[in-house]
């Protein structure tokens, strides 16, 4: 019994682990390019972001952005440009999109 017990909170705990994993990002800012067809998020790194960390969402016209795992390198906080196409983001360039994300001023508050 004790170690079905052990073995449910394990369970558990991984999962809420998991769960904080994924989480909306606070964005720096955001940009966007007509002519390169694209859109440029900017985050907080502190060495390790990349394109691959994010996930991006498009729903009723709401763009969301994700951060799959959180940036766990020493160095101090900078602004990072992660580009995305509009093709990659589902976005009519022709349309408007709202952003579900909030934005931060001060990178140092981010990580």
């Not at 990002?25 to 955001?30: F, P, R």
């Not at 991006?56 to 016209?61: R, Y």
């Not at 766990?72 to 995305?84: D, G, N, S, T, V």
Request: charged content about 25%.
């Amino acid at each position: 019994m004790k170690k079905c017990v052990i073995a449910i909170c394990l369970l558990l705990l991984s999962m809420s682990t998991q769960a904080k994993a994924e989480q909306v990002e606070n964005l720096l800012g955001l940009e966007t390019d007509f002519d390169a067809r694209q859109v440029v998020l900017v985050v907080a790194s502190s060495g390790c972001t990349s394109k691959g960390d994010f996930r991006v969402e498009v729903k009723d016209d709401v763009l969301t952005v994700y951060r799959l795992q959180r940036d766990a390198c020493k160095r101090m906080p900078f602004r990072e440009r992660i580009a995305f196409t509009l093709d990659e983001l589902g976005i009519s360039p022709h349309k408007p999109f709202a952003l579900g994300n909030r934005i931060v001023v001060n990178e140092n508050l981010m990580l």
